[in-house]
């Protein structure tokens, strides 16, 4: 099986990315043509054949969650793509937008047909302010084109794309947080249910998916589900963007088959460990993701081993730190990061990210006792257990996988050590 393989990155780098009839001389547009010949349930049921799960991190089966959209009855449904890519060290979504966002508004087209929706908005990170340029120049030519407006491919379908600016918060990521903030509200998470597919954007039915999961549905309808699905593995199907960064010699975005393992992600494709140092850990999924060591490499990117492993791949970002870094210091980093963007709505998170910065500082501060091991896994039970939404869920990953794997480095700070020699002056006193 060859690493990398070009399904929906075909035309990165390629084409000009709001050059409408670049893309179609490309092959763009003929899922959209195909899908609106075929009944609405043919074309949920190749989404469902081609095993594509959500690619914004919960990896939810999109076939099923487009079925559920269809069934539910509503004059008026909304198609929402998430775009907010806020999970550190995660920018995989930002290369669609950038260079080929047509395949992004084709994939939304078809599940507006689908759904009869007519309007449609991609809710794109504040920073991403060349992007929304962007997606916004391919939106006006599609329009022009009559591949968005009234009258699509001559026909009586009407849709319609709006871009919206994100507010700034990671977990306006979060999808009912995004249409709390897409109706100008505060970007908080809202209670559920109501789930957002039968009351999302202004209390209408909403669908929401993630760029990459939108951007794989003009393959997957205009080669077929079954083709699609045939690159990954028995449980994952298709191709995963992978982000790639950290202490790595070519960081950068790859589109992988499900079964590459992370070995070749970060050997092949990403030239091994930046300045012929070693290996220390590996983040998967962001700073919600958990940290692992090398001997956990060969495990193939698929969503089913990676649960048997404890571990999930979440938004696809693979963050390489080698042996010069300290695990403590490096957790200091993202408890900081989490202690910023809790949104405050509940106890849990909002204090228990705190709490363990806390006690972070201690081990860094060589005051640390073992009464702190004993806190942290209090604190990691009562977040994962009681968080209102999946910021808070997934904040303590990243601790306790570390105190799973390395507990000697938090041994040896406790006792005021770092072999690193990030902490204390000259790594001991
Ligand atoms: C704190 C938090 C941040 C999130 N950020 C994003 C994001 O930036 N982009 C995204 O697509 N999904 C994000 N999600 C997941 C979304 O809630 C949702 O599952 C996803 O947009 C659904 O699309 P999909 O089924 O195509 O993955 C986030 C979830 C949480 C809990
Ligand atoms: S878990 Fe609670 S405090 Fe944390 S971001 Fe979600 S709602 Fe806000």
Redesign the pocket.
């Known amino acids: 099986m060859s690493i990398t393989v070009k399904l929906i990155t075909a035309n990165c780098g390629k084409i000009v990315p709001f050059n409408v009839h670049e893309y179609v001389a490309n092959g763009g547009y003929k899922a959209l043509r195909k899908a609106m010949n075929m009944e609405p349930l043919d074309v949920i049921s190749e989404v469902k054949d081609s095993m594509l799960m ?5 990896a ?1 089966p ?1 076939g099923v ?1 487009w079925e559920q959209a269809y069934n539910i009855k509503g004059d008026t449904k909304y198609i929402v793509c ?1 775009a ?4 550190p060290g995660t920018f995989k979504d930002k290369v669609i937008l950038d260079q080929d966002p047509l395949r992004l508004i084709e994939g939304m087209t078809i599940a507006a047909y689908i759904l009869n929706s007519r309007k449609g908005f991609i809710y794109i990170r504040g920073e991403y302010a060349k992007s929304q340029e962007i997606v916004n120049k391919a939106i006006a030519e599609a329009k022009k084109q009559g591949y968005l407006g009234k009258n699509i491919l001559g026909t009586d379908f009407e849709f319609n794309i709006e871009v919206l600016t994100g507010a700034g918060g ?2 306006v ?3 009912s947080a995004l249409i709390e903030s897409s109706e100008g509200k505060a970007g908080r998470p809202r209670m559920k249910p109501p789930y957002i597919k039968v009351s999302g954007l202004y209390k209408k039915p909403t669908l ?3 760029v990459e ?1 939108f951007a794989a549905i003009s393959y997957i309808v205009s080669e077929g589900g079954k083709k699609y699905r045939s690159f990954g593995t028995e449980f994952s199907g298709g191709t995963k963007l992978v982000c790639l960064s950290g202490n790595v010699v070519n960081r950068g975005v790859y589109e992988v088959p499900f079964g590459t393992t992370l070995r070749q992600i970060i050997y092949d494709l990403g030239g091994g460990i930046a300045d012929g140092k070693n290996l220390k850990l590996v983040q998967v999924g962001g700073s919600s993701g958990a940290c692992i060591t090398e001997d956990m490499l060969d495990l193939p990117l698929c969503y089913n081993e990676f649960k048997k492993a404890g571990i999930s791949i979440g938004s696809g970002a693979v963050l390489v730190v080698d042996d010069t870094h300290c695990v403590i210091d490096f957790l200091e980093h993202i408890y900081k990061f989490f202690v910023h963007e809790s949104c405050g709505k509940c106890t849990p998170c909002r204090e228990g990210n705190k709490q363990i910065l806390r006690i972070i500082d201690k081990f860094e501060n060589g005051t640390a006792d073992y009464k702190d091991y004993e806190n942290f896994n209090k604190i990691i039970k009562v977040m994962k257990c009681t968080s209102f ?3 808070g869920k ?1 904040a303590p990953t990243a601790l306790d996988s570390c105190l799973k794997y390395f507990k000697d480095e938090f041994e040896e700070h406790r006792i005021m050590r770092c072999s690193a020699g990030n902490c204390f002056s000259q790594g001991e006193v």
């Not at 959500?54 to 919960?58: I, L, M, N, S, Y």
């Not at 907010?84 to 999970?87: H, I, Q």
């Open positions: 959500g690619r914004g991190g919960a939810y999109t969650k998430n907010d890519e806020g999970e990671y977990v990521g979060e999808n929401v998916n993630n999961t939404c999946g910021l997934a």
